[in-house]
């Protein structure tokens, strides 16, 4: 019996891809260099800020540390100024909440976004549903794949690896889940492949939110 569900956020809940690189291009502009196409940005995400800065950027650009420290809060700024524009929740996904909070299922976010931007994202968009807990990245905290945060989660919701799912829509997302002992669901319709997932690590693939009820 599955007791609880830990959700990565952008690509599995929510759409963020434009924000997300309407933020990266603002910044390159800023510093004269051509922005990205949107869909590039589906390989930039999934490791966090500092990596998508890092991977925006050519590599001479950001090889200084200090440097990209600066790029990296340039870009926060630029995201806190644009993320909520154009994020959308994907569909069905809070009819899939309802309902798991209606079986009684547990639910989490981890997510390697900052812990400030993912925090207002889900009150933002998911305020009417009780979360068990919801954990960006933190400082001293290992970021996904490590399984460090997953931990975290399982503990603060008081379930073990085995009744939960891991649910998101990318290899670090699979790659977190196979570290955790967490069963690894991975989703269609965020920003990476079916290919990917099942490489990674993912025991099945859903192509709508509420496939996922019938894993419960």
């Given at each position: ?173 699979m790659q ?10 991975g989703v ?11 490489a990674n ?16």
């Amino acid at each position: 019996m599955t007791g609880a569900v830990i959700f990565d956020l952008d690509g599995t809940l929510l759409d963020t891809l434009e924000d997300l690189a309407d933020s990266g291009n603002a910044v390159l502009l800023a510093h004269g260099f051509e922005p990205h196409s949107v869909e590039a940005y589906r390989t930039f995400i999934g490791d966090g800020m500092s990596k998508l800065v890092e991977r925006i950027f050519p590599l001479d650009a950001v090889a200084d540390p200090d440097v990209l420290a600066e790029r990296l809060q340039e870009y926060k700024a630029a995201y806190q100024d644009r993320w909520c524009n154009k994020t959308r929740v994907y569909d069905s996904i809070t009819e899939l909440l309802d309902k798991l909070s209606e079986q009684g299922v547990k639910t989490a976010v981890l997510s390697n976004k900052a812990q400030a931007f993912c925090s207002k994202c889900v009150d933002e968009y998911f305020g009417d549903h009780s979360w068990d807990t919801v954990l960006g990245q933190r400082e001293g905290v290992p970021q996904k794949p490590d399984a460090a945060g997953a931990n975290d989660a399982l503990e603060e919701m008081g379930v073990e690896a085995g009744e939960a799912l891991f649910v998101g829509d990318s290899s670090v997302d699979m790659q977190t889940a196979v570290n955790a002992g967490i069963r690894a669901v991975g989703v269609s319709w965020g920003f990476r492949g079916r290919e990917e997932l099942i490489a990674n690590g993912a025991s099945i693939v859903i192509d709508a939110p509420m496939d996922l009820v019938e894993l419960l």
